[in-house]
């Protein structure tokens, strides 16, 4: 059975967690006196209460968590997050639709970074930060944050960090996961530090500097601006920014051998190769069909190119231009992009280069087996054998991942969406990535598609957030039988 009072517990704990979060953000509504102020308060006011009352309900559980346990609350903390992280929107009376402040929260949460908002810039400097904050807590994750914190209330963390973390695989770098999510956090929040200097230094305020860091190291892509990071108009900000975006589409565990200087385990890294060699791929051919068709310099298209396919790479979503305007092979060649996704263990979205990798072997295996019916091949991984379970799962996950997007893209066209917009809005919620194709691009917001499609997509965004199984093994009638 579930341990429904530690769940409970657990996620009233975080809830107060999101309190602070939300006072954090009132102290930037006082600080610039925006009109924003008196709705966080209320919005924190709600919150806390909620989540003492689910802490004290939940007292006296079980403190083991099951891995049962670790599934529902992973899901239903998203949820949470998001239904109370909307108040603020809603409150303040600049998202005053439901459906439109939840879908806005969610896209934060999830690191998604799909908005409804038409004018960005109108709203308060609390409003923004908060926006900007969503993606930076759900980037990393809710419950990464949360292990690292479970120890304190006796509780192991380690059915929740199977639940939530990214990829086939997780690597441990050490025996005690709360130890583990603490040093990723650190590196994590050094790596935003550094971006938000670097920002400043390249003429960025500070407030946008710290707003963008969230949005770049949580790969999330929301902007303080409506015209994204083309607003600003600088190669230097451009560079920076695409070093960071694809920094955090790493896998952490590296980054965590690099702190360590264990630098050979990241050069023989086989999904960081795959990702470097897929970035530079697209990259080049990007910049030359519009150096070929857009009569630009090279730099400026070697730029722009980059820029967009790391930004969709890593599923972040920020704009340097409208590649809607570009040829229309583009258009494919960024969809390719956005549904590899980045790597495993990272803040991004998408199927993920490991699998990728797994895939590309055990297709290439099958070639070999037709002309050589006897041999053994197996399909290695950093020199590591990858078991046939593993690879049944990864070919499962993708299955799923495209009859999820086919039958998610038919809902959207009978609800009266363009192909083009179903497509571009359903691969790029699933797969986290903000801007979709069409009227849906990075041009537009989302705010004309009808409240049907949104709490389609909301959903998509979480299924694609969670990797799937672990939202979708709730609706399954074996899950919630006793044995």
Not at 65 to 83: E, P
Not at 144 to 168: C, D, H, K, R, Y
Not at 317 to 343: K, R, S
Request: aromatic residues 14%; contains cysteine; charged residues 10%.
């Amino acid at each position: 059975m579930i341990n429904f009072k530690i769940v409970i517990r657990i996620i009233g704990i975080l809830l107060l967690l999101e309190t602070v979060m939300l006072l954090l953000c009132s102290g930037i509504s006082l600080y610039y006196q925006d009109k924003a102020l008196v709705s966080f308060w209320i919005s924190a006011g709600i919150t806390a209460g909620v989540g003492l009352l689910l802490a004290i309900w939940g007292k006296g559980g079980d403190k083991q968590l099951t891995r049962r346990d670790g599934y529902v609350l992973v899901s239903f903390s998203w949820v949470a997050f998001s239904f109370f992280g909307m108040l603020p929107f809603y409150i303040s009376g600049y998202i005053p639709d439901i459906t439109n402040a939840f879908f806005e929260t969610m896209s934060g949460f999830s690191s998604t970074g799909s908005s409804i908002l038409d004018d960005i810039e109108t709203l308060p400097y609390g409003l923004l930060f908060w926006r900007s904050m969503t993606q930076w807590i759900g980037g990393l994750g809710i419950i990464m944050f949360t292990i690292a914190i479970l120890p304190i209330f006796g509780v192991n963390g380690t059915q929740v960090f199977a639940a939530e973390a990214s990829g086939p695989t997780h690597d441990k770098v050490h025996p005690r996961i709360g130890i583990t999510a603490k040093w990723i956090w650190s590196i994590y929040a050094g790596i935003t530090l550094i971006l938000v200097v670097l920002l400043m230094s390249g003429g960025m305020d500070w407030f946008d500097s710290v707003c963008h860091a969230f949005a770049t190291t949580g790969t999330g892509g929301f902007s303080t601006k409506q015209a994204s990071i083309a607003h600003y108009n600088s190669p230097y900000l451009e560079y920076i920014i695409s070093a960071f975006m694809f920094i955090s589409g790493i896998n952490f565990t590296l980054l965590l051998f690099f702190v360590n200087r264990k630098f050979k385990k990241i050069i023989q890294d086989d999904e960081l190769k795959w990702y470097f060699g897929s970035v530079v791929l697209f990259t080049a051919i990007i910049a030359a069909i519009l150096y070929y068709s857009e009569s630009i310099g090279i730099e400026d298209a070697f730029r722009k190119s980059l820029f967009q396919v790391i930004s969709l790479h890593t599923s972040t979503g920020f704009a340097t231009d409208d590649y809607m305007l570009w040829p229309a092979v583009v258009w494919g060649l960024l969809t390719i992009v956005m549904l590899i996704g980045a790597c495993a263990g990272s803040t991004t979205g998408g199927l993920k280069c490991i699998r990728m990798v797994i895939l590309g072997k055990v297709a290439r295996n099958e070639f070999k087996r037709i002309l050589h019916p006897s041999a053994v091949l197996p399909v290695r991984i950093n020199k590591q054998v990858v078991s046939p379970t593993l690879q049944s799962t990864v070919l499962a996950f993708c299955f799923i991942y495209a009859v999820i997007i086919i039958i998610s893209v038919l809902i959207m066209m009978g609800l009266g969406i363009g192909f083009l917009e179903s497509v571009g809005c359903v691969v790029s919620s699933v797969g986290n990535m903000g801007p979709g194709l069409g009227e849906t691009g990075p041009a537009f917001s989302w705010n004309a598609l009808p409240d049907a499609a949104k709490w389609l997509l909301s959903f998509l965004m979480l299924l694609g957030r969670l990797e799937l199984f672990t939202v979708l093994l709730l609706f399954t009638p074996e899950f919630w039988k006793k044995n």
